[in-house]
């Protein structure tokens, strides 16, 4: 048997509507735990969770923080069960942030009621401290976010998160926070703001985590089924009072990174996702090259991918491969795989250079036209919270970032048409991501799919936002949760029609 880890999500999207469906039909113990987490929250006075996740009834995903972080609970105790029910069994659980809740429910450290109350009381101290912060994520190390939050010399903005190698989180008042993108994007690393309902990992939070060790519902809590690792603690959870825990992580730094280099040294050989996307076990990939990760939920047919696992696990030794899928029905990085492996395709293109962004070059960096001064930036001024820079209202601006959904027509009169803009877009980001454009298909999911995680996106975003003169697209965050090559297109095309009738 191969080790395996349950990695649990902190705070993500909203899971889409219908997502526990089959699931629900499938196990009665994740029917069981959804009826449980609909009982708990109707206490709480929320509406029920499950149904909206069973089946997708049109309900709006956007029914207040309680909500979303119930909803996200649920999508992981229930693939929990799910995991558990086909054989798998876990040598750890770790989870991400306030994943380390669910994390101690799904090992049995506390109930599920007591955990759907102390994630309420949670968010509604949050909600009560109402603090004006941000979480912004860079692609440096640890010790250069650390060294980029410090220039402010604030007590409140801070290294809160170490995820990867290069991935870490900065947690701060919004003020400071636009500061430090500027900063980060002098210097040339890219950069995202992360949308949660509530920034935390920082010592502005101290007054929640009193508030919630004052009037959270104190569980009773025992030793659990299966090891649970704190990447905050930076141990097992043991004899902890789960409140404490909880409060105890909204001012600490969450060290992932670690936790799972340490998880992996001990001897565990596979991360498996307890969420809809790969979130944490794209940290894991970056940290550790080669090792596996598996998310059942991205699977067509989660069951199975688990089956599969199982089967493989018991077998011993090397993993075997699964037979290859027929081309046209692969998933658009296993078409982009198989090619890489069997080298590159016959064309007359030059070879694709390396992306720019994996490339750090000092000298670029340090140009006299890139020269910054971090004491003009982080003035005293800025050090005071300066009211937040006024949004863009360029007119290209605007147009972006009300872009809908609907589908334009490939034909313009102004602007290039749908058809060009695409081949463009194809050709910018295989050059980026080092793919054949062929083989990036319109309506393949750029995360989902394709594995480019959100710090790419953003830096592939302004190339487009350069390429077609729209500042304003790096501002529909959509593009980011939902992207395909056809929305973002379709946007472009949009965007450059409407800012030229005006």
């Known amino acids: 048997m191969v080790d395996s880890v349950f990695v649990m999500p902190g705070t993500v999207a909203a899971p889409r509507g219908g997502i526990l469906g089959d699931l629900h039909d499938r196990y009665a113990t994740v029917r069981e735990t959804l009826s449980r987490i609909d009982k708990a929250a109707r206490e709480a006075g929320l509406p029920d969770i499950s149904p909206r996740l069973i089946k997708d009834n049109g309900t709006s995903d956007r029914r207040g923080p309680e909500v ?12 929990h069960h799910m995991l558990i029910a086909e054989g798998l069994r876990p040598v750890a659980i ?60 604030h007590p409140h903005l801070v290294l809160a998160c170490e995820n990867a190698p290069r991935q870490s989180v900065i947690s701060g008042p919004e003020a400071l926070i636009e500061h430090v993108e500027r900063v ?10 992360l949308d949660v309902p509530h920034p935390t990992h920082t010592p502005a939070m101290a007054q929640a985590a009193r508030d919630l060790r004052a009037t959270a519902p104190r569980v009773p809590y025992g030793a659990g089924r299966w090891r649970v690792c704190s990447p905050w603690l930076g141990r097992d959870v043991g004899d902890d009072d789960p409140v404490d825990l909880v ?17 992996h040294a001990a001897g565990a050989d596979i991360f498996v996702e307890c969420g809809e996307w ?63 492996a069997a080298g590159p395709a016959p064309s007359s293109r030059p070879a694709v250079p390396t ?19 971090p004491a003009a930036v982080f003035s005293a001024a800025s050090v005071s919270y300066p009211a937040p820079a006024a949004p863009d209202t360029s007119p290209a601006a605007v147009a972006v970032a009300t872009a809908t959904d609907a589908p334009v027509s490939p034909h313009g009169s102004a602007g290039p048409d749908y058809t060009t803009v695409l081949a463009e877009l194809r050709t ?25 995680e959100s710090l790419k996106q953003v830096a592939l975003l302004g190339r487009v936002s350069d390429r077609y003169d729209l ?20 946007t472009v095309v949009r965007a450059r029609r409407e800012a030229a009738a005006l």
């Not at 500042?471 to 379709?490: D, H, K, M, V, Y």
């Open 247 to 263: 409060a105890g992580a909204l001012t600490a730094r969450v060290r992932m990174l670690h936790t799972i280099r340490d998880l």
């Open 428 to 452: 910018l980001y295989g050059d980026f991501l080092g793919y054949p454009p062929d083989l990036l298909g319109e309506d393949d999911g750029l995360e989902s799919e394709l594995g480019v």
């Open 68 to 79: 979303q972080y119930l909803e996200i609970f649920a999508v992981s105790v229930a693939t």
């Open 471 to 490: 500042p304003g697209l790096r501002a529909n965050s959509s593009l980011l949760t939902l992207g395909t090559l056809r929305r973002i297109a379709e």
């Open 355 to 373: 992306p720019r962004a994996a490339v750090f070059s000092p000298a670029a960096v340090f140009s006299p036209a890139a020269v910054f001064s």
């Open 278 to 340: 790969p979130v944490v076990t794209k940290f894991v990939e970056a940290s550790i090259p080669g090792v596996r990760c598996v998310v059942p939920l991205s699977e067509s047919d989660p069951a199975e991918a688990v089956r599969a696992l199982v089967a493989e696990s018991d077998g011993g030794g090397l993993f075997r491969s699964r037979p290859p899928a027929p081309w046209g029905n692969a998933p658009a990085a296993e078409r982009v795989g198989a090619l890489t």
């Open 184 to 193: 980060a994007d002098a210097l040339g690393w890219p950069s995202f703001r």
């Open 94 to 153: 770790v989870g991400q942030s306030i994943g380390e809740l669910w994390a101690m429910a799904a090992a049995g450290h506390l109930s599920v009621e007591d955990a759907v109350r102390l994630a309420v009381a949670r968010s509604q101290v949050l909600t009560r401290q109402g603090w004006e912060g941000k979480m912004l994520a860079v692609g440096v190390d640890g010790r250069r976010a650390e060294s980029l939050a410090g220039l402010a010399d």
